[in-house]
């Protein structure tokens, strides 16, 4: 491959802690908006829609907001609920006192751009997040706030995704300090926490770019993979492989922990690549369990956890995570980030542009019109 940008993605990646840090510094500003909003608004359901990636920025905000905000959140797929869905099921709240949530890159993908049309028309408020202030999706919204991070290079995005879950964690505290809802130490220790995030991720980086250089082999010689976690990090294994299957153009299947060892757990055998997220938390003890019993059969199960994990073999990708609740999510995601690219050069693909690009024209003969 001659790209001269070839490794544009991984640059990227680099440049998240930067933005982690610009985001926090400059929350108070940023999260005007939305705090605004609910001091004005007796909000006490939130409907988040997104496609893709963008419902795993959902997935990761949606319990960090409902703690941190005390108020009723619900994720839905675009697709799925703008043809069998419907808002205010029992018709028990008024439409000012609900609010629907789209995260997003630019703003032009059609399913949340038709939700919004929906809320809209049943005086339903919207609210975005976005690099592109003047997109589609965002002159649907009554509330648009700038993620600070411009179209990426790459066709597999990552920092975009970064900022749209950091500054959902950010604008649910914010909210919640201004309506009383959290108290200031509450509020304190979550930005102290997040304000470690950008050197630890560095960390992250180099760390998984280190691994990568010894267990390449691994992932390269490999078609499938196969991530598990839990809590939050389910939303990040399933993060991960989508990561991983638009770099590499390889089969990769997430799984909650407790649903892999109900049955998809029989089908691990000696070849199988598997990654378990293991955060230090209350579950950790089962993925432990899980930890042992794929170790036994696979050749290559890959435990991504903090070092000083006690039971690690020389497989295991660990670094200095954090391991602070909700937001072990900006960080675990970090090494799947690396490696689906770095896995991607190794077999001679892009993560600039997709190897099927001209299939996609035939995609958009199927999609919504916008305009229908």
């Not at 949530?101 to 005086?123: N, S, V």
Request: with cysteine; net charge negative.
């Amino acid at each position: 491959m001659k790209e001269a940008n070839r490794d544009a993605m991984l640059g990227t990646i680099r440049e998240q802690p930067a933005l982690i840090r610009e985001l926090y510094e400059n929350r108070k500003a940023i999260t005007k908006p939305f705090v605004d909003f609910f001091l004005a608004h007796d909000v006490k359901k939130i409907y988040f829609s997104g496609h893709g990636a963008a419902l795993n920025d959902a997935l990761w905000i949606e319990p960090f907001m409902e703690m941190i905000l005390d108020v009723d959140v619900e994720v839905t797929n675009p697709t799925t609920f703008n043809y069998r869905g419907r808002f205010n099921v029992g018709g028990r709240l008024k439409p000012e006192e609900m609010l629907v949530i789209c995260p997003a890159q630019a703003g032009h993908t059609t399913g949340p751009i038709l939700t919004a049309r929906k809320a809209r028309a049943q005086g339903i408020p919207v609210l975005c997040f976005t690099h592109d202030t003047e997109s589609i999706l965002a002159q649907e919204c009554d509330v648009v706030i700038d993620n600070h991070s411009p179209a990426e290079p790459a066709f597999v995005e990552t920092k975009g995704h970064i900022a749209d879950v950091l500054l959902g964690y950010l604008c649910s505290l914010e909210a919640a300090l201004a309506l009383g809802r959290i108290s200031q130490e509450a509020y304190g220790e979550w930005c102290d926490a997040i304000k470690e995030l950008p050197a630890h991720c560095e960390t992250h980086i180099k760390a998984a770019e280190e691994w990568y250089d010894k267990h390449k082999y691994l992932l390269v010689s490999a078609k499938c993979y196969t991530a598990v976690g839990f809590a939050e990090n389910y939303i990040t294994a399933k993060d991960g492989c989508l990561k991983l299957a638009e770099a590499t153009a390889n089969d990769c299947a997430s799984y909650e922990m407790e649903e892999y060892m109900h049955g998809p757990d029989l089908s691990v055998h000696e070849d199988t690549v598997i990654f378990l997220i293991n955060p230090k938390a209350e579950e950790s003890g089962r993925m432990d369990e899980l930890y042992r019993y794929c170790r036994k059969i696979s050749r290559r199960c890959i435990l991504v956890a903090a070092k000083g994990y006690a039971d690690a073999d020389e497989k295991a990708l660990l670094s200095d995570f954090l391991d602070k609740e909700y937001l072990t999510a900006l960080e675990y995601i970090i090494p799947f980030q690396v490696l689906a690219h770095l896995t991607a050069m190794d077999l001679g693909l892009s993560t600039i542009y997709s190897y099927r690009e001209l299939f996609y024209p035939d995609l958009e003969k199927v999609k919504i019109r916008i305009d229908e």
